[in-house]
Nanobody, 127 residues
Framework: QSQVVESGGGLVQPGGSLRLSCVAS????????VAWFRQAPGKGREDLSR????????WVADSVRGRFSISRDITDDTVYLQMNSLKPEDTAIYYC????????????????????WGRGTQVTVSL
């Protein structure tokens, strides 16, 4: 049974940093892309960043580019979202999702192709 689990959220002061982790179990290694989304109270889900199965192809939304970065540890297939210079408006629930890419290891699926989701991790940026 496949499962996606996020971790690393918490309370941080403005200007601080957090690193979120995403672990997907039950998937064949290196056959799925991973994306990070967030949803703030009263707002829609925002697409933040994506990374291909082999970690060579990435995308970061304009709204967070320069502050957020995505990476993938191929050895244990963990995907990270490094978040720096955090602002109060970054407060949201952050979700990780996967999209099967089979053996197209550098393919980067679009937003609507991610079908397996974690339950999310809360990030709160406040004094």
């Amino acid at each position: 049974q496949s499962q996606v689990v996020e971790s690393g959220g918490g309370l941080v002061q403005p200007g601080g940093s957090l690193r979120l982790s995403c672990v997907a179990s039950g998937f064949t290694k290196e056959t799925y892309a991973v994306a990070w989304f967030r949803q703030a109270p009263g707002k829609g889900r925002e697409d933040l960043s994506r990374i291909s199965a082999d970690g060579t192809n990435t995308w970061v939304a304009d709204s967070v580019r320069g502050r957020f970065s995505i990476s993938r540890d191929i050895t244990d297939d963990t995907v990270y979202l490094q978040m720096n210079s955090l602002k109060p408006e970054d407060t949201a629930i952050y979700y990780c999702a996967t999209a099967s890419t089979y053996f197209r290891s550098s393919y980067l699926p679009s937003r609507d192709e991610y079908s397996d989701w974690g339950r999310g991790t809360q990030v709160t940026v406040s004094l």
